[in-house]
C-alpha cells in the first residue's frame, strides 16, 4: 500500500475543496455583500481580514493544495520522465495544475492586497467621519471592482484546474 500517496492525496483534495469552495462563496456572496453595503462593510471586513485573516486561510489552503499535486506529479510522471507528461491524462493534470499555480500566485500576490486596500479605504472612510466624500467613493469603488475582477478571473481558473483533475484519468 502507497501511504505516501494516499496521504498526499488527502490532503490535495480536501485542502483543494477547501479553496475552490472558499473561493465561489467569496465571489457569490461575501464580495457582493460587502459591495452592497458600502462604507457599513467597515467593521466586517476589518474582522474578516485583519482579525480573522482570512487571506491566511486562503494562502494556507491553496498552497497545501499545489505543494500536494505537484508532489504527485513528480511522482506520477517518474521525476517528469516518460510519456505520462505528454499523455492525455499527463496534460490535463498537467493543465489543471498549471492553472490551479497561476491562481496560487495571484491570490497571494494580487487578490490578498486588493482586498486589503478595501478594508483600508473604509477604515479611512470611518476615520473621516460623516458620509464619505465623492473622492473617496470613487476610490472605493475602484478598489472593490478590482477585488470582483481579480476574483473572478481567480474562480475561473481553479474551476478549470478542478475540469482537468475531474477528467484526467479518463482521457484513455
Ligand atoms: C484548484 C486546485 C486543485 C484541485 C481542486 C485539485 C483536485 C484534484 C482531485 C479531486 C484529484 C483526484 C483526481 C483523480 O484521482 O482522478 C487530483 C489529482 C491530482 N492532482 Fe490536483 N487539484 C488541484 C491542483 C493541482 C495542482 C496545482 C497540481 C500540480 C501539478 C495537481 C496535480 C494533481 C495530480 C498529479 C493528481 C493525480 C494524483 C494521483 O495520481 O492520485 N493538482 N487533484
Same mark, same amino acid.
Given at each position: 500500500?502507497?501511504?505516501?500517496?494516499?496521504?498526499?492525496?488527502?490532503?490535495?483534495?480536501?485542502?483543494?475543496?477547501?479553496?475552490?469552495?472558499?473561493?465561489?462563496?467569496?465571489?457569490?456572496?461575501?464580495?457582493?455583500?460587502?459591495?452592497?453595503?458600502?462604507?457599513?462593510?467597515?467593521?466586517?471586513?476589518?474582522?474578516?481580514?485583519?482579525?480573522?485573516? *482570512?487571506?491566511?486561510?486562503? &494562502? !494556507?489552503?491553496?498552497?497545501?493544495?499545489? #505543494? %500536494?499535486? @505537484?508532489?504527485?506529479?513528480?511522482?506520477?510522471?517518474?521525476?517528469?520522465?516518460?510519456?505520462?507528461?505528454?499523455?492525455?491524462?499527463?496534460?490535463?493534470?498537467?493543465?489543471?495544475?498549471?492553472?490551479?499555480?497561476?491562481?496560487?500566485?495571484?491570490?497571494?500576490?494580487?487578490?490578498?492586497?486588493?482586498?486589503?486596500?478595501?478594508?483600508?479605504?473604509?477604515?479611512?472612510?470611518?476615520?473621516?467621519?460623516?458620509?464619505?466624500?465623492?473622492?473617496? *467613493?470613487?476610490?472605493?469603488? &475602484? !478598489?472593490?471592482?478590482?477585488?470582483?475582477? #481579480? %476574483?473572478? @478571473?481567480?474562480?475561473?481558473?481553479?474551476?478549470?484546474?478542478?475540469?482537468?483533475?475531474?477528467?484526467?484519468?479518463?482521457?484513455?
Amino acid at each position: 500500500m502507497d501511504w505516501l500517496q494516499i496521504a498526499l492525496r488527502i490532503l490535495h483534495i480536501g485542502s483543494g475543496v477547501l479553496w475552490v469552495g472558499g473561493a465561489a462563496l467569496f465571489f457569490f456572496y461575501i464580495e457582493p455583500t460587502l459591495n452592497k453595503l458600502g462604507p457599513n462593510a467597515e467593521p466586517f471586513v476589518d474582522e474578516l481580514v485583519n482579525k480573522r485573516k *482570512m487571506p491566511m486561510y486562503f &494562502a !494556507a489552503v491553496a498552497t497545501i493544495t499545489v #505543494i %500536494g499535486g @505537484v508532489l504527485m506529479y513528480w511522482r506520477d510522471s517518474n521525476g517528469l520522465s516518460g510519456s505520462w507528461v505528454t499523455s492525455p491524462t499527463g496534460l490535463a493534470f498537467g493543465l489543471g495544475g498549471l492553472c490551479a499555480l497561476v491562481a496560487w500566485f495571484m491570490g497571494i500576490a494580487v487578490l490578498t492586497p486588493a482586498v486589503q486596500k478595501v478594508g483600508a479605504l473604509g477604515a479611512e472612510m470611518k476615520a473621516a467621519g460623516g458620509p464619505p466624500s465623492a473622492e473617496l *467613493m470613487g476610490r472605493m469603488h &475602484a !478598489a472593490q471592482e478590482r477585488v470582483r475582477m #481579480i %476574483g473572478a @478571473v481567480d474562480l475561473v481558473l481553479v474551476l478549470l484546474a478542478v475540469l482537468g483533475m475531474a477528467i484526467a484519468r479518463y482521457l484513455v
